[in-house]
RNA sequence: CGGGGUAUAGUGUAACGGUAGCACGAGUCCUUUGGGAGGAUUUAGUCUCGGUUCGAAUCCGAGUACCCCGACCA
């Protein structure tokens, strides 16, 4: 609550405005219920700001992410965006079209950083010198640019996107392969935590060229953009780029009865093996006093295109439903008519809840139909909407209703107790 | 990058080659107030450049932007 302005938090102050209408140009669920709603703005394609509401979630999701990664041992760093050609050509990566490319006034090369293996693997190997020194783990959550020949689908691929990138360094295969699976378990408490549990499954697929498979974990939703073989036996699924190769079969039972399903990839976890600690020579001494080479991991999640993803699971005709982890507010409070009488109670409300830590965006004093502020209401799908009318205080009430459901429920205003009892969800 | 489509006011949409209109929004005033209410009034537009033509939003060419399909996608 402290991180959020006042004036996030009363809706006639808030800057942004929704659009009844879909804009012509945005086809795909999520980024035309985003605009419409007020969370982001398309500034080209591929490329979107994000607008307070907008900006509350992704701090949501962030900080979802971020409890996860500590958990299991990452430090959160912060890398550069702009990068050498030098340590590109060092890996054999300069030439990667994905790469947006610039030079400065003296015709020095420069890449924008699309991922940050080529950064983080010759900073970690300045200080790591000893098996002592190992395993370690370093996370950034960082905007990232790639250079796609198309993009397209609003969050789910723009050209400037903001990602979660950990790597893991280890003295031996393993060490990286129990923390593999460590971060696997972290990845499917991140993705229950945002409110895709139900629909994200880990899914085999290809591990480039350093290794015969990687993991992705993809959230099944009609409009996604890959296409999965899943069995609904194990809950697990192959990404259709090498279901050829896996014989058209479950990786674990090995049944052939697989779902097509589209999906959209929220995660993907890679061992990189000695792919970069290779090339940039990064070694450790190992306690038979051999020098070793260190071995990596890498382990990503879009969290943009989960903002996405999240929306392209959770909504309906009328608007976005967030997820109680994800949404921007715990409470839309709305302030139907702005008589003295109602408005005294809706503020002394706000108050109240404010105290109690929830946070609530307030509909305080705009001079709109009730129609409108329940639209806007169900549109921004806030997941708890509070009504204080002239109707409502007859009987002394606040009236609740989940953004889910349809039932309306009255309790009395000033008992906080019985409307958090009301909203468990 | 190959293919297709679109471009008119802040948004959505009309206008045969001949006066750019409507709705929403926004501003002002009045009436309304439990699912985008009503009336009055104001506001604001043909993507850019070139061509055809007496005359172009409309036809032609180029460019640009956006969308979709495909390819691509650590």
């Known amino acids: 609550t402290k991180i959020i302005s006042k004036e996030i938090m009363l809706q006639s102050k808030l800057f942004t405005k929704t659009f009844r209408e879909a804009l012509k140009d945005e086809k795909s669920l999520n980024s035309q219920l985003l605009i419409r709603a007020g969370f982001v703005d398309k500034l080209m394609a591929g490329v979107y700001s994000f607008l307070p509401l907008g900006f509350l979630v992704l701090k949501k999701i962030e900080k979802i992410i971020r409890e996860e990664m500590n958990k299991i041992s990452g430090q959160e760093i912060f890398l550069p965006t702009l990068q050498p050609r030098e340590k590109w050509e060092i890996t054999k990566r300069w ?61 789910l691929r723009g050209i400037e996107f903001l990602m979660k990138d950990l790597y893991s360094f280890h003295a031996n295969e393993q060490d990286l392969d129990r923390y593999y699976e460590k971060v696997k378990k972290a990845y499917f408490t991140i993705f229950q935590r945002c409110g895709l549990g139900d629909h994200t499954f880990l899914t085999l697929a290809s591990g480039g ?11 099944i939703t009609p409009f996604g953009e890959d296409t999965i073989y899943f069995c609904q036996k194990c809950k697990i699924a192959v990404n259709k780029e090498i279901i050829t190769r896996e014989k058209n079969q479950c990786p674990n039972c090995k049944s052939k009865k697989l779902e097509i399903k589209k999906s959209i990839e929220v ?35 879009g969290l943009s295109r989960l903002m996405g993803t999240v929306i392209e699971v959770h909504h309906d005709k009328k608007g976005i439903i967030w997820p109680k982890s994800v949404a921007p507010f715990d409470f ?11 408005k005294i109670a809706a503020e002394k409300l706000h108050q109240n809840l404010q105290k109690n830590n929830y946070e609530v965006l307030y509909d305080d004093r705009r001079e709109k139909t009730a129609g409108e502020k329940f639209a806007d209401a169900d549109l921004i799908g806030i997941p708890v909407r509070l009504v204080v009318s002239e109707r409502t205080l007859e009987k002394m009430s606040v009236e609740i209703k989940k953004r889910n459901e349809k039932e309306v429920k009255l309790t009395k205003l000033n008992k906080i107790k019985d409307i958090e009892q009301d909203i468990k969800l």
């Open 209 to 219: 060229s350093f290794s015969p498979y990687s993991h992705e974990f993809q959230t």
């Open 332 to 342: 839309h409070l709305i302030q139907l008519e702005n008589s003295k009488k109602v």
């Open 267 to 301: 995660g993907n976890i890679f061992k990189l093996q000695d792919k970069f600690s290779k090339p940039f020579n990064f070694t450790f001494i190992d306690k038979d006093g051999k020098r070793k080479l260190v071995l990596m991991g890498c382990y990503g999640i």
């Open 95 to 155: 030439k990667i079209e994905e790469m947006f490319k610039l030079k400065n006034h003296q015709g020095k090369d420069f890449g924008l950083g699309w991922t940050h293996e080529e950064v983080i693997t010759p900073l970690v190997q300045k200080f790591v010198k000893s098996y002592k020194d190992l395993p370690t783990f370093a996370y950034q959550i960082q905007n990232k640019f790639r250079d796609e020949l198309r993009s397209k689908s609003g969050l």
